[in-house]
């Protein structure tokens, strides 16, 4: 997804303030909703997903800390930029404290306005990448773990000392032990006695190629 992509939500009281806002992004490649108050701000959050909300503070009714709240509350999964008449200290404060992305006051630099945009969709971006790539991740192991635990054979790792770290779901029907009893045991509490010594060879071999174990028979206890 381009930034240009990236959806944004502008909200002021000042039908004026948003046209100007709306008009000077629509230059720039963007394609940006509109809210006219901290109400409608709020039905439009709960309407469609947003990447970016640029928001003013000094709002009749519902004001740019109400929507902040809202955010919050709901967990909307946006980022937020304050562009506020306010000056004091204390109303940033409180903006960033809500978890605003940047505090921008007016008049702004139209530079700026336009840098803190970018920076703030840059890294709104790079977060759903981040979750994608994790789900991803989530999807293939659980994948993995699927085939393995309904694979037909017993699949196990061991440690180098010979003890069970990995064993999966089969052993509970071939053998009739959870996987519980058996993870954390040496290899010889599943050995019939009388193939140890087979079994010392095989679970020992570290070779690889035609020098490798291969299509040993042991019995193992149950």
Known sequence: MSINEQKILIV??????????????????FNPDTAI??????????QGNYDLVLLDLHMPYVNGHDVMAHIQTNQINTSVIIVSGETSFEAAK???????YDFLRKP????????????????????KQN?????QL???????????????DIIYILDQDGHFTFINERIETLLGFSKEE????HYSFIVHHDDMEQAKYVFNERRIGKRAAKNIELRLKC
């Open 37 to 46: 108050g901290g109400q409608e701000a709020i039905c439009r959050l709960g």
């Open 108 to 127: 702004y630099a139209t530079d700026e306005l336009i840098i803190t945009i970018n920076n703030a969709l840059k890294d709104k971006r790079l977060q």
């Open 138 to 152: 989530s999807e293939s192991e659980r994948l993995h773990r699927y085939i393995v635990n309904t694979s037909p």
């Open 12 to 29: 002021d009281d000042d039908p004026v303030v948003l046209k100007s806002l709306k008009d000077l992004l629509a230059v720039r490649g």
């Open 131 to 135: 979750v994608f790539m994790q789900q």
């Open 94 to 100: 409180n903006a960033c404290t809500q978890g605003a």
């Open 182 to 185: 058996i993870v954390g045991k």
